[in-house]
C-alpha cells in the first residue's frame, strides 16, 4: 500500500482502501477474546459488592 504525504490529496479510493486494510487487521484487543470473562464475575461481585446496597449511599 502506498501511503501519500506531503501536499499531494487523497481521493476517495485511497480512503476506502486504507479503511478496508485497517478493518482486516487485528487489532491487540481481538486477542482477549478468547479469555471466558464471566468467570471473573462471582469473585467481582463478592470483592466489589455490589449486590449490598441496603444502606443507600453512593456506589463505591
Known amino acids: 500500500m502506498r501511503v501519500k504525504t506531503?501536499?499531494?490529496q487523497?481521493?476517495?479510493?485511497d480512503i476506502?482502501?486504507?479503511?478496508d486494510t485497517?478493518?482486516?487487521?487485528?487489532?491487540?484487543?481481538?486477542?482477549l477474546e478468547v479469555i471466558g470473562w464471566e468467570g471473573?464475575?462471582?469473585l467481582l461481585e463478592e470483592r466489589l459488592a455490589y449486590g449490598d446496597q441496603s444502606q443507600g449511599?453512593?456506589?463505591p
Open 6 to 8: 506531503g501536499s499531494s
Open 10 to 13: 487523497s481521493n476517495i479510493f
Open 16 to 19: 476506502l482502501q486504507h479503511a
Open 22 to 31: 485497517a478493518s482486516q487487521r487485528k487489532s491487540s484487543l481481538d486477542r
Open 40 to 42: 471473573f464475575r462471582p
Open 57 to 59: 449511599g453512593r456506589i
